[in-house]
Nanobody
Framework: QVQLVESGGGLVQAGGSLRLSCAALRIFTIGTMAWYRQEPGKQRELVAEIHTDGYTNYADSVKGRFTISRDNAKKTINLQMNSLKPEDTAVYYC???????????????WGQGTQVTVSS
């Protein structure tokens, strides 16, 4: 089956940086990819998305601090997070809107999540 595998989360002090990566396994093509995050007791929210043509969109709270990028050949996306704040603490999830694979198309695919904790 297809998988989105995240890596790169961890604990960092405020003002520090982390880089998240998401690899799409066992797929042919992948559409828009994105990073979401979720704090306990809150709804999952969009952090950043990147389309196949490179168009990007960011949540207002991360503009100027986070940068999303993708490598279509390697079928990976990255999220470079700089100037991290305690309010960035959350579980970060990789998402793909459409994937094609040997097993057919998949829609709305999520990774397992990776914890990011920013201490003050």
């Amino acid at each position: 089956q297809v998988q989105l595998v995240e890596s790169g989360g961890g604990l960092v002090q405020a003002g520090g940086s982390l880089r998240l990566s998401c690899a799409a396994l066992r797929i042919f093509t992948i559409g828009t990819m994105a990073w979401y995050r979720q704090e306990p007791g809150k709804q999952r929210e969009l952090v950043a998305e990147i389309h196949t043509d490179g168009y990007t969109n960011y949540a207002d709270s991360v503009k100027g601090r986070f940068t999303i990028s993708r490598d279509n050949a390697k079928k990976t996306i990255n999220l470079q997070m700089n100037s991290l704040k305690p309010e960035d603490t959350a579980v970060y999830y990789c998402h793909a809107d459409r994937i094609t694979s040997t097993w057919g198309p998949f829609y709305d695919t999520w990774g397992q999540g990776t914890q990011v904790t920013v201490s003050s």
